[in-house]
Nanobody, 117 residues
Framework: VQLQASGGGLVQAGGSLRLSCAAS????????MGWFRQAPGKERELVAS????????TYTDSVKGRFTISRENAKNTVYLQMNSLKSEDTSVYYC???????????WGQGTLVTVSS
């Protein structure tokens, strides 16, 4: 499976962006998905996750109430709506798929989000 993340860019603090993760080579409908981010000098962190049905989501505390993860299985795509962006959200964002077990084992190439204060 190949994952293609897009939608990053430069935005002012308080603004919004929607990231998309499109998959090819495999349907996403049976897999849990996640959005991660990694800023320079920092460890990669799981920002949000969504289970295969879309009925269960998780968020890291720093984005709760601001970010929303969703999926559209018919389009083989997962989204991350990011509102009220802060400078500390600046990072490269990656989407990932968990094909079994607890490990995310397929990764997209990353899309850069830069929030200016």
């Amino acid at each position: 499976v190949q994952l293609q993340a897009s939608g990053g860019g430069l935005v002012q603090a308080g603004g919004s962006l929607r990231l998309s993760c499109a998959a090819s080579g495999r349907t996403l409908r049976t897999y849990d998905m996640g959005w991660f981010r990694q800023a320079p000098g920092k460890e990669r962190e799981l920002v949000a996750s969504i289970n295969w049905s879309g009925r269960s989501t998780t968020y890291t505390d720093s984005v709760k109430g601001r970010f929303t993860i969703s999926r559209e299985n018919a389009k083989n795509t997962v989204y991350l709506q990011m509102n009220s962006l802060k400078s500390e959200d600046t990072s490269v964002y990656y989407c990932a798929l968990r094909s079994g077990g607890l490990i995310y084992d397929y990764w997209g190439q990353g899309t850069l989000v830069t929030v200016s204060s």
